[in-house]
Structure formats: C-alpha cells, structure tokens
C-alpha cells in the first residue's frame, strides 16, 4: 500500500512541476506514481507508508556503501559541527583534489563544483577555450546533465547535427553539437573528417549507464584517444557514475587510457552535491584566477560534502571493496540469467562491474539504437512486480542498478526471486 505516497504527490504536484525535482523520478516511464521515501538503512529504502525496498536506484550512483552509512554520517556530522560554509578555501578541498589526483593521475589538477552538470559544462567551456574551437562531439544516448550545449537527441545516420532535445535551447548553441552513434569508430571518422579542425573535443560515458549499461567495444575507446590527439582535439571522459564505481581509478584505470580532462560527481559527494573536473596542468591552468576561463561557485566544495565524498573514498580504499562488489554482482548477473535460461526469455543482461541492466531485448545491446529496441511497456510492468516484491529498481529501462557495499548475498537472492516470480508472472 502506498497511501502517503499517493497523497504526498497530489499536494506535489501543485507546489513542483511534475512533483519531482528531477524528471525521471516521476516514474513516468514505469507508468506508476512516485514513491515517496522516508528513510534509508543500508541496502534499503523506506517509503512514507512504511514498506521496505532492497534499492538498486542508489541515489542513482553515490551510495556505493549504503544508506546512512554509520563513518559518513559521523563525518557530516563533525563537519557540520564546525560550520556549514565559509566561502573560503579549506583544508579539506586541498585533500579531496589531491586523493582524486592519487587515484585518477590523469587529473593533474582540479576544481570542485557542485554537480555532474556543472562538472560537464565546465569542461566544455573548457576544452572550447584550450582548443579555440567551438564544435563537441558526442554520442547518442550519453548523458552528460542538462547543459545546454548537451541536451542534443539522438539523430539518425552519421554525424546528425545537433537538434536541441528541450525547448529553450537555442538551435545556434546545439549547432555546435555532433552526436553519433556510441561504439561507431566508422561515425566518428567521418565526423572528425568533415569537421575535423573545428572540433573542440570528444566527451563520452567510457562505459555508459545512462542507456542501460553498455560496454565499449574492443579498441573502441583506444580510437577515440588516437583519433583526439590525430585532429588536436581533446578528449573528455565523463566519469560522474563510473569514478570510484568500477574502480578507484574510474574507467580510466581499468582501459587504461589517459584523457585530457575527466568528469566525476556522485560518489564523490558520498551522497551530498559535489562533482569535479580536472585533467592536464597545462589545460587546467586556464581556469580562473589561475586563466581567464571564468567558472565559480558559491558552495563549491563545500566543507559537508567534501567530508562526505572524503569519507566514503576512505572506504572504498579499504583492501577488497572492488572485489566484494565485483562477487555480489557477479552473483546478481548469473542469477538474472539462470532465471532467464529458465524461463526461455531471449532478454539481455549486460553489466560492468557493480552496474547492471536487464534489457528487455534479444538484441545484443552496444549503442542506444539497440537500447531502444527493448519492450518498454514489458518493462514497465517487471518493474512494478518487483516494487511489489520489495524490490526498487531505477524506474527506466536505460538505466543502471547498482550494487552497493551493503548488499549481500542474502539480498541478492531475494532480488533474483522477485526476478524469478515477476518474468513468471508477466510470461502468464
Ligand atoms: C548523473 C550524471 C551527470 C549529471 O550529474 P548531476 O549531478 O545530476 O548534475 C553527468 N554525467 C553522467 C555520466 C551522469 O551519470
């Protein structure tokens, strides 16, 4: 039963646009109403009418440990202790710059905002300024916030100029964007062909999760960074979700490539508003006052959040996070697909590390084309079947779930019988 819930988004709905404060937590695409949500104790939610749900959603990414983690909510709770803002450097942003550096050594330098958002606008205005050029490409069905130069729709055939995807953006502004199907080395070099000597840089998800999850193809990331450096153009990796996710060195470190500037948030807000670009020195020292590339921010790097973000990294540090993470995926992955096996459904499970999607497909998924051809309203229903077996998992299926540190196998095994019983259910 959802009675508060229910009630809680009538009244919503008359204070907030669409009752939410992000689009996609309507759960519109699920065909449901929102569920309103009161608490958070490790592995689980807690809703308005009192119901437990093992989460997969996560903040969508920065809870990695947990709900109320017992060390960040004692560091929040210190930090706060001492002051809320001050407007002025700390100690602590010296700290969060310097472990992001340690972990992601391509990050020579960086600077602390407030969002994933912020971080991706930033690094364009920054790439644009480094390269003295005004074209971005990107791929379809990459998210990288709602920046305006950003929010581009997928077009169809190669190097479809920018469309904006939102009214209010100026067609002028999205001109400047080219996006081109995500694993299409082809559609790249055409791109980089036409408009080679204009292109600013290339940003990308080096794993994207905001399709569902997909995986780069062999030496599709590899072209990326030779194809950049051929053309002088620089090379972006928005790491907001998979920064300390796949490892402690993002994406990056396990492909082992170097961009020129990386993106991260999520995580390292260990659930408060943070996020982070940096990249080579010799970029990043055209970021004001060091250069005249203008980007500021009240609260940036705010004394709360970065205590959180430096606590919950201090946590992944500790020997075999990563490989706990990895077993209790592993675990998820295989019990999805037995049940799959089971039941003769063609569905596709991709994951990489703690980031999974169940496509309802039987086309193997590697770009957003392929994404889009999974059975929505299929999904719709499994996610409700799951709601009502205490599972919730991101309401859309081009999202991830992801497994935290305060899973186990326990929670595992129930989410793969909900699973079990929801595709039973739904085969009729
Ligand atoms: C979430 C996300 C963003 C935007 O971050 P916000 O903090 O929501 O502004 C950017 N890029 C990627 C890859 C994301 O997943």
Same mark, same amino acid.
């Given at each position: 039963m959802n009675i508060r819930s229910k009630l809680y988004f009538e009244r919503a709905k008359k204070a907030i646009p669409g009752g939410v404060n992000s689009p996609v937590r309507a759960c519109l695409a699920v065909k449901s109403d929102p569920i309103f949500f009161e608490r958070g104790e490790g592995a689980y939610l807690i809703d308005a009418d009192g119901n437990r749900y093992i989460d997969y959603v996560a903040s969508w990414g920065p809870i990695i440990l947990g709900h109320a983690h017992p060390n960040i909510i004692a560091e929040i709770y210190f930090a706060s202790k001492r002051g809320t803002s001050f407007g002025a450097p700390t100690w602590l942003e010296v700290e969060m710059a310097e472990t992001i550096n340690r972990c992601i050594p391509s990050m020579e330098k960086v600077r602390l905002v407030n969002s994933g958002t912020e971080a991706t606008m930033s690094a364009l205005r920054l790439a644009r300024a480094f390269t003295g050029r005004k074209k971005i490409l990107k791929f379809d069905g990459?998210?990288?916030?709602? /920046?305006d130069s950003l929010l581009v729709k997928a077009g169809s055939g190669l190097a479809t100029f920018g469309i904006p995807s939102s009214p209010g953006v100026p067609e002028e502004l999205t001109a400047h964007t080219i996006s081109v199907p995500y694993n299409d080395e082809i559609a790249v070099e055409e791109a980089f062909k036409k408009y080679g000597s204009e292109i600013a840089c290339v940003i990308l998800e080096p794993v994207p999760a905001n399709m569902g999850v997909v995986i780069p193809r062999g030496d599709f990331l590899n072209f990326l960074r030779e194809i950049t450096q051929r053309y002088g153009s620089l090379l972006i990796f928005d790491?907001?979700?998979?920064g300390f996710r796949v490892s402690l060195g993002g994406a990056q470190e396990l492909f082992n490539i170097k961009p020129d500037i990386t993106c991260l948030g999520k995580i390292i807000g260990g659930g408060l508003p943070v996020g982070a670009y940096g990249g080579r020195e010799e970029i990043m020292?055209?970021?004001?006052?060091? /250069?005249?590339v203008y980007q500021a921010g009240t609260l940036s790097g705010n004394p709360i959040a970065v205590s959180a973000g430096l606590a919950t990294i201090k946590e992944l540090m500790k020997p075999g996070s990563y490989d706990r993470l990895e077993a209790l995926s592993q675990l998820l992955e295989d019990g999805i697909k037995n049940v799959l096996a089971e039941l003769g459904l063609p569905y596709r499970v991709t994951r990489f590390k703690s980031m999974l999607t169940l496509f309802f497909t039987s086309k193997e998924v590697s770009n957003f084309q392929d994404a889009l051809t999974s059975d929505t309203d299929k999904f719709a229903l499994f996610w409700q079947g799951m709601l009502k077996r205490g599972v919730y998992l991101?309401?859309?299926?081009f999202e991830a779930w992801f497994v935290s540190l305060a899973h186990n196998e326990d929670h595992i095994e129930k989410t793969i019988e909900a699973t079990r019983e929801t595709l039973l259910e739904l085969k009729g």
């Open positions: 990459c998210y990288h916030g709602h /920046g790491e907001v979700i998979t020292s055209l970021v004001a006052p060091e /250069g005249p991101p309401p859309s299926q």
